[in-house]
């Protein structure tokens, strides 16, 4: 009777000591984070990232435009869920690669005058989805503060063909928490 006494209680410390172990490592698993270099070009992304392990993480980021006379590009508003695979030391972060798939609306084909100069836009916006592959590094603070630069390119898969654009490109230095 001693015996059985006896394993329980060691199982119980053995599963308690690993319980311990697990939270240690690091329990901040979720990100908020900013774009800082679009808002000077009149747009917006923000981006919420939680960690799944050491290695790897789900996100997705919200991209709008909020000034079109500073926005040279015909990206009007995006979704863009993503996954990454960390190759760093430090929990979530170092280097990565990510897959991402993004549905956005783009302005439609546009007709040009001979100066080069965009006159009128043919149909209204297009509404597409594409997938594509990024690289990047992400830095995080001991206080939880993150530094991270990425840039990516995608395909358009559906409706290419009803506007100027075939790909899509993220870039972004983003300054974020981790919580």
Sequence with gaps: MKKK???TAMLFSLFAVNAQNDNSENTKKNELKLNVILPLTGALEGTYERNL????????????VFNNDKS???LNYSLSPYYRRYFGKKFAS?????GFGMLSSIDGK?????NNNSILTEGSDVIDFS?????GSKWVTKSGIIFEVNAGWGKLLFNADKTDHTQVIRVGFHLGYRF
Excluded: M, P, Q, R
């Design 72 to 74: 040279h590009d015909d």
């Design 131 to 135: 997938l594509g592959l990024g690289l």
């Design 110 to 114: 546009k007709i040009y005058d001979t």
């Design 53 to 64: 392990n050491k290695n790897s993480s789900l996100g997705v980021s919200v991209f709008t």
């Design 5 to 7: 006494y006896l394993i």
């Design 94 to 98: 170092g280097f990565f690669a990510e």
